[in-house]
């Protein structure tokens, strides 16, 4: 503007040389100054830029950040994404959530955190569960469809991808979403598939319920009793017991599906025993005893009766010539093919309860419980193996087979 006002001074009586000369370099410092200007903007953009791009970079991995370990992580396809993000509808998240939930009503464990991490090398519909870095269980969901449940009553088929329920292995079958009222009405359960997800976490969860039971979950569950009832926990920690010995009747009690719920009862029993009796697995024989209403309402089925097969007397003596209580615990000194044909007996008994769809149950006498538990574990894993002890008057017990003895039945 000011150059532009002195070269219009040319036309007066001015000297028109000196008014060209500044006039012209008013313009020339103007298009240095505007010059500048924009430069100095460019170079404010580019450094905001810079800032923004490095805010937004993830940090910098250090090598101690790969020795953790996420004690349980669900990995899923990129097909399965939309199942995670709430912006999207997913509310997969938001069934973990329940699931831990329920887990410390009927087990009284605490789930760890689940973490979600999608996986670009997995098949987009498949999902894997981890605990401890390991994988323990993988499934196959289908997010645009619904999957129908066959639970053994279903009065028709609907046409769909057949399949087998990732939890329960039972049939089924996805479905569209226009076909779920067909499926309800045919007898069909039905669930989405963060349902079917949540399902088998919950499930897998409670299978390895021993293993996610750390010394840091114990102490948890230890402190929150003792903040509702001090005196059981004082006289038992440390005096009596130590923290680890105590996780490891607990550990116990979960691997074979017994609810810890009721830890006050535990305690107690325990503070009982503990003091003349060490091995762990004894405290849990005794534990077990106090915990036969939980037990027995645990395995019965809706109608309260608790469906299982016996072992004929014979067989319990054959059983208990074959182990020996040592200071160590107990000692199996039955051989490999004897071990074999005992659990090919058990087995044989057990698919008359899984026809009826009962729970695979066996009763014995408390002397040779413990052991034929160790002598089943690897054979049989869902076998649940109940005493006589543990069966309260008020049980309606149904016997539906008899394990004989090989040898007295030749």
């Given at each position: 503007m000011a150059g532009t006002f002195v070269a219009l001074l040319v036309f007066t009586q001015l000297p028109t040389l000196p008014m060209l000369a500044l006039g012209g370099g008013c313009m020339g410092l103007a298009l240095l100054v505007n010059k500048n200007q924009v430069l100095q903007s460019t170079r404010d953009q580019a450094a905001k830029q810079s800032a923004e791009v490095e805010k937004n970079k993830p940090p910098e991995k250090r090598p101690e950040d790969f020795l953790e370990v996420d004690p349980m992580r669900i990995e899923i396809g990129a097909g399965l994404l939309p199942l995670a993000d709430p912006r999207r509808g997913g509310d997969l998240m938001e069934?973990?959530?329940?699931?831990?939930?329920?887990?410390?009503?009927?087990?009284?464990?605490?789930?760890?955190?689940?973490?979600?991490?999608?996986?670009?090398?997995?098949?987009?519909?498949?999902?894997?569960?981890?605990?401890?870095?390991?994988?323990?269980?993988?499934?196959?969901?289908?997010?645009?469809?619904?999957?129908?449940?066959?639970?053994?009553?279903?009065?028709g088929v609907i046409p769909g991808f057949e399949t087998r329920e990732p939890a329960a292995?039972?049939?089924?079958?996805?479905?569209?979403?226009?076909?779920?009222?067909?499926?309800?009405?045919?007898?069909?359960?039905?669930?989405?598939?963060?349902?079917?997800?949540a399902t088998h976490l919950q499930e897998t969860a409670r299978k390895h319920a021993d293993e996610l039971l750390t010394r840091e979950s114990t102490k948890q569950l230890v402190d929150q009793l003792k903040s509702a009832s001090p005196t059981v926990v004082e006289e038992l920690i440390p005096n009596v017991m130590k923290l680890s010995e105590v996780q490891t009747v607990l550990q116990m009690l979960l691997r074979e599906d017994i609810p810890i719920r009721q830890l006050n009862l535990i305690f107690e029993t325990l503070g009982d025993y503990a003091t003349r009796i060490k091995d762990p697995t004894f405290l849990t024989e005794y534990v077990r005893n106090r915990l036969s209403r939980t037990i027995c309402h645990r395995f019965s089925d809706s109608a309260g009766q608790l469906h299982v097969i016996t072992m004929d007397p014979a067989m319990e003596d054959r059983i208990a010539a074959g182990f020996e209580v040592t200071e160590r615990g107990i000692l199996i000194r039955m051989s490999p093919p004897a071990i074999e044909i005992t659990c090919q007996q058990i087995a044989a008994q057990l698919q008359k309860l899984k026809s009826a769809g009962h729970r695979p149950v066996l009763l014995v006498s408390p002397r040779i419980r413990p052991a034929l538990r160790q002598i089943t574990q690897t054979h049989l894993p869902d076998l649940r193996i109940l005493s006589h002890s543990e069966i309260t008057l008020q049980t309606n017990t149904v016997s539906v087979g008899l394990v004989a003895d090989p040898v007295t039945k030749k």
């Open positions: 069934k973990i959530t329940g699931v831990r939930s329920i887990l410390a009503s009927e087990m009284g464990t605490l789930l760890p955190k689940v973490r979600l991490k999608d996986k670009l090398s997995l098949p987009n519909t498949v999902y894997e569960i981890h605990i401890s870095g390991n994988l323990v269980s993988k499934g196959e969901v289908y997010p645009d469809r619904i999957l129908a449940i066959d639970v053994g009553h279903c009065t292995s039972r049939p089924a079958v996805w479905i569209t979403p226009d076909q779920k009222l067909q499926a309800e009405m045919f007898g069909y359960q039905t669930a989405t598939p963060s349902m079917v997800i």
